[in-house]
């Protein structure tokens, strides 16, 4: 299949679990289609982008470690993605990344993802808490800068900050999930 035929059976990708597992298996078997995928995806003010992104998030919820050989193309663009229906699924991406990262199970991510990787979600996640951006991008973001910030001390003082200061103005889920981690930084 060819980006561009890819790029038409985007088309056909809806909200349904459905249509999104279909695709994403469908890459997972076709392992060449990852990059004309990342490729639709990045081109971030295309409407067909966001599709392009349910499918890699569940193709990487499937088998995360298809991401590997493109950590690099990812993490370069993950800060560049928009559009809000495609910035929820790059959040989960990286919320993937990093718990598998930090597992207590072995995982290839571990000795694949680096630090420059790391770095790049730090600041993919740092944006989308301070923008103004939906509750799931947030509480994926709150995740991983939780358990980055176990490594990198000062993580957690700057979240904490964040979370404290716009506790007031946010949604309930987002206070749920605001309490809960800071709660864990306190410890």
């Known amino acids: 299949m060819t980006k561009a035929e890819l790029y038409k059976e985007l088309n056909y990708v809806n909200h349904s679990r459905e249509k999104r597992l279909f695709y994403a298996n469908l890459v997972i078997d076709n392992p060449k289609l990852v990059k004309p995928l990342l490729e639709i995806l990045f081109d ?5 982008s966001p599709r392009a992104a349910w499918v890699f998030e569940f193709m990487c ?29 790059v959040a989960k991406i990286c919320e993937y ?4 990262y930090y597992s207590k199970t072995d995982h290839p991510i571990k000795s ?34 939780y358990l980055l910030g176990n490594e990198y001390d000062w993580i957690h003082p700057e979240l904490a900050t964040i979370l404290e200061r716009d506790f007031q103005m946010q949604s309930s889920g987002f206070k749920a999930r605001a309490r809960h981690i800071l709660k864990k930084i306190k410890k």
């Open 112 to 145: 694949s993802l680096s630090e420059t990787h790391k770095e790049r979600i730090v600041e993919a996640c740092f944006d989308w808490m301070i923008n103004d951006e939906k509750i799931a991008p947030k509480a994926y973001s709150m995740n991983s800068l």
């Open 97 to 100: 990344l990093i718990k598998a």
């Open 61 to 89: 919820g499937e088998k995360l470690e298809e991401i590997i050989p493109h950590l690099d193309i990812f993490t370069e663009n993950v800060s560049k993605v928009h559009l809000d229906p495609a910035v929820r699924p």
């Open 44 to 48: 971030v003010d295309d409407k067909i």
